[in-house]
């Protein structure tokens, strides 16, 4: 079995996903932002749910909360987060589309 620490994809996923929680924490703290929009081009939970996870907390504490950003959209986020069904995806595979992840939080 590979170790996952060792796999330099696994690694470079991690990096990005760390990047990316500080870039939200950091806007989250704008005091006139009403509303943050995070997004990317990811099929990674890692990426996705998992940075939402680890902000969300935070950004409660500071007055916002998760909002659907396309109440239509059928496919939603992985069952990992509170509030997973306010997050949007897409599958490359089901949807025929790049991978794409939405999480908007709104104060």
């Keep these: 079995a590979l170790n996952p620490a060792c796999d330099p994809d696994q690694q470079r996923i991690e990096q990005l996903a760390k990047f990316q929680e500080a870039a939200v924490l950091h806007a989250l703290k704008f005091p006139a932002l009403k509303r943050l929009v995070y997004s990317t081009c990811s099929i990674h939970q890692r990426e996705n749910e998992d940075v939402v996870s680890r ?42 589309t790049d991978g794409f992840f939405v999480a908007v939080f709104e104060r």
């Design 55 to 96: 902000v969300l907390p935070i950004a409660q504490q500071l007055g916002f909360e998760l909002v659907d950003p396309f109440p239509k959209w059928h496919r939603r986020g992985l069952p990992v987060v509170e509030g997973s069904e306010k997050l949007v995806r897409t599958d490359p595979y089901r949807d025929g």
